[in-house]
């Protein structure tokens, strides 16, 4: 667990490291603001969607809800894919999710060391599972799938996670590790990618109750302001 010493250190290391960096090109610069207290809203909702078609043995909504169960500064942070143990596809068959709190610090937006996991959904898989996730400074603004060679459910997932600079910009989008057994071919991808300053809160799928597979995922997302 994260210290607010460590926090405040890395805030720090990362305001005077900006100081060497060149400026974000504008094709991913969104804003820039001094002093900013951010914040999530609650109230303003994009859900994003990932449907395969199929609708046979679907389970009810499995889902974590950062926003909704732990606070307005939770958000989601880290996956954890566990491969299925029980066919020859190559599949997620059991998905965790952890939800961290974020404060404000030197006007970044940072991991404050608090959090909590809970198990999405759960098949018959295999363990242990593979872990993705964000770095303390940064905030999960897209999930990307990558599915079977029909597109029928998913074979492994990765976040992608955003950030707010010492200048008090928006847009240093970067992938984490991919997570999930590798199928015999790449197969196609689908981004989830929220719209500019807007961040996961929560995510939720319907699997197949007989075979274990994601069938459809959603993730929901919300603005980050500042003031």
């Known amino acids: 667990m994260t210290s607010s010493c460590q926090v ?25 603001h001094s002093q900013a207290l951010w914040a999530v809203e609650t109230g303003a909702v994009t859900t994003l969607v990932w449907d395969s078609g199929k609708t046979e043995n679907l389970s009810p909504w499995k889902s974590i809800d950062c926003n909704g169960t732990y606070g307005s500064a ?12 029980g066919s020859v596809d190559k599949f997620i068959a059991k998905l965790t999710g952890t ?3 974020y404060q404000n610090a030197f006007g970044l937006f940072l991991q404050d060391g608090h959090s909590d996991s809970a198990v999405i959904f759960s098949a018959n898989h295999k363990t242990p599972g593979e872990l993705t996730e964000i770095s303390l400074d940064r905030y999960v603004n897209g999930v990307e799938l990558e599915l079977d060679n029909f597109s029928d459910y998913v074979q492994r997932l990765r976040m992608f996670g955003d950030k707010i600079t010492a200048s008090g910009e928006l847009g240093d ?23 500019r300053a807007r961040v996961i809160t929560g995510l939720a799928l319907r699997y197949d109750t007989q075979k274990g597979k994601i069938r459809t995922l959603k993730v929901t997302c919300r603005p980050l302001t500042d003031s």
């Open 74 to 85: 939770w958000l989601l942070s880290a996956l954890r894919a566990f491969a299925d143990a």
């Open 99 to 101: 939800c961290s709190s």
């Open 173 to 195: 989008n970067e992938g984490t590790t991919w997570v999930g057994p590798h199928g015999f071919l790449i197969g196609p991808l689908h981004a989830l990618m929220c719209p």
């Open 8 to 32: 405040v250190a890395l805030a720090l290391a990362l305001a005077l490291g900006a100081c060497a960096m060149d400026p974000p090109s504008p094709e991913v610069s969104l804003t820039e």
